[in-house]
């Protein structure tokens, strides 16, 4: 049976791609996936992710920002180019971006500046917002709060908190990003899914080449695995796989208006 996924965040521009990018969004459209969003790093990765979008019109769409692991001493000039990117081309979201702690602390408050500005970015233009969020949900937090509204919208993706960092995403309307970990053994994220995510909050993605997921974890992770994805999160919700590509599909339209 033919099923209609969405791999709602895949850096198919990177370079474990150049060899084969073709064949990996081949594959992928064999697997049922209809279209593949691409989150931005920084300055350097614009030219690439864009090129692969004109290759693939209809199936690969952009978006634009600067990635928190990405901020530092000239963030400001960094950020003066995505805002003039949002002039001249057309992106479906402003992501990815965010706090990201995991890594290395010497930039918070320079990320947690990028991160309030590219959240009103966003709002300008109508563009809803693709979060990354490593280590680092209280930071995160603490901004939402002064500037979520009934006009910002978007994913925490690659959610890996629990019950109480979920009821805190959902309070602001935003969607939930899962991918690979959710087949991970001892992630625990299989339970968050089926106790606490709605169905209809719910985005799978793939956050390839990272985060395979199992039976292919360890190895370089592409968007026809967003399918796997899908199959762990229709027995989690005791749902068909086309059950929930079509659910996610839908929700993924409700968000990422541009792309459909």
Known sequence: MKINLTDTHTHLYLDPFDKDIDEVISR????????????????????????????????????????????GE?????????????????????GEIGIDLYWDKTFLQQQQEAFSIQIKLARAHGLPI???????????????????????????????????ELEKVLSYGFYVGINGIVTFKNSGLDRIVAEFIPPEKLLLETDAPFLAPVPYRGKRNES????????????????????VAELTTVNAKNLFKKAF
């Open 28 to 71: 992928a459209k064999e697997a049922g996936v209809e279209r593949m969003f691409l989150p931005n790093l920084d300055s350097s990765s614009v030219g690439g992710m864009l090129e692969l979008c004109k290759r693939h019109r209809g199936t690969c769409f952009p978006m634009i920002g600067l990635h928190p692991t990405s901020v």
């Open 74 to 94: 000239q963030f400001r000039e960094e950020l003066e180019f995505m805002e003039a990117q949002l002039q001249q081309e057309i992106y479906i979201a402003v």
């Open 130 to 164: 693709v979060i990354h969020a490593r280590e680092s949900f209280e930071e995160i937090f603490a901004i939402m709060d002064k500037e979520a509204d009934d006009g910002l919208t978007g994913v925490f993706h690659s959610f890996t908190g629990g019950a109480k």
């Open 224 to 243: 026809a695995y967003v399918r796997n994805v899908a199959e762990k999160v229709a027995e989690v919700y005791g749902m068909t796989t086309g059950e």
